[in-house]
């Protein structure tokens, strides 16, 4: 009688892929007040958890946002604005339905963080012309979910690669007559009004719908949220650069990051929040 063929073996199953990060922000050299403001945070259908400025977790059971806000406004208006989009984040965006779709979850988002900033600004004083920007990254398994207003920033640099890609577009008139080719990369970094925005969350603006957008992340992927003040202290280039050499080691790679950027520059408030799908 013939023994039974043996059942073949079962491929062994991938580790779990799992997410690293670390955010640092900076006054810079000119500022007395930090107005820009960033989050990190871990939930699902039973908990929310906001993280700390470093960490390492696995992506499965859990969801994971991670967004950089730049507040203005007069007096301390533009840190309350930050200050409050952050939280807004925290309490709104776990009960948001991702069943309806991711895209129509983020719009909501930003329709009621635009609505409670436009309201505090015309009920207090002290919040008068309160406005941010905000860029949020929405993690799933195998997915980043991506919304975005004003001209902070959010970049990926996929696995593998050596050019950094600027998912979101910035929310200025400049930065649309680069994109139609009316001016130079050169001309629009160095024009006197390449910070002046034509969308924010807040101040008179009746209106905002973030910009959107879905990608695909895979291990060994980067992904880099940051304020203004960093994209005016290091080229795309550079940035590249510095995510690949400071990915793998022992240091922080924001905190690297606002350093460079505020020794090259440091005007504004710089803010960096680095994730790693490891």
Known sequence: MKKPAPAPSLPPEP???ALRWSGWTDLGKVRKNNEDSFLGLRFNAQETHRLGKYGEAPLG???YTFAVCDGM????A???ASRIAVEKITLLLPRAPAATGFDRALIQ???EIHRALVYLGSSYEECAGMQTTMSLGWFTPGRMHYSHAGDSRI???PHGQSQIRQLTEDDTHVAWMFRQGKLTAYEARTHPRRNVLQKALGGDNQFVDPQTGSVECAPGDIFLFCTDGLSEGLFDASLADL???IAGGPESPSQRLVTEAVKNDGRDNTTALVVQVV
């Not at 406004?73 to 301390?76: E, H, P, T, W």
């Open 78 to 80: 533009g840190e309350y």
């Open 109 to 111: 988002l930003y329709r």
């Open 15 to 17: 580790p779990p892929t």
């Open 155 to 157: 970049y990926h640099l």
């Open 243 to 245: 995510l690949r050499t």
């Open 73 to 76: 406004g007069g007096a301390l």
């Open 61 to 63: 059971q859990h969801q």
